[in-house]
């Protein structure tokens, strides 16, 4: 059975960091690029960050670029987050998923495609 399940969410104050965790079971995890979504009340589900299958390439979204860095661990099957600098706007749930590319290295940011999604996790920034 599939489980993708995110932690280490929660209420931060503008400027702070987070870490986001990952834990990826029931699939094998290094055929699978990864990527950071995220969804503010009433808006579009966003890209954050992503990376592929042997962590060899990393993308951005435009708003997290030089604040957000994304890593992952084959062997622990584990997929991080790491915020910097976090502003208000960064409030929204975060999702984690995964996207089959046969362990290659092709990547898209663009969520319809991924197969599996994890739960999400509630990140608050307050000013």
């Known amino acids: 059975q599939v489980h993708l399940v995110e932690s280490g969410g929660g209420l931060v104050q503008a400027g702070g960091s987070l870490r986001l965790s990952c834990a990826a079971s029931g699939f094998t995890f290094s055929m699978y690029a990864m990527g950071w979504f995220r969804q503010a009340p009433g808006k579009e589900r966003e890209f954050v960050g992503g990376i592929t299958t042997t962590g060899g390439s990393t993308y951005y979204g435009d708003s997290v670029k030089g604040r957000f860095t994304v890593s992952r661990d084959n062997p622990k099957k584990t997929f991080n987050l790491q915020m910097n600098s976090l502003k208000p706007e960064d409030t929204a749930i975060y999702y984690c998923?995964?996207?089959?590319?046969?362990?290659?290295?092709?990547?898209?940011?663009?969520?319809?495609?991924?197969?599996?999604w994890g739960q999400g996790t509630q990140v608050t920034v307050s000013s």
């Open positions: 998923a995964a996207d089959y590319t046969a362990g290659s290295s092709a990547f898209r940011r663009r969520s319809a495609g991924y197969e599996y």
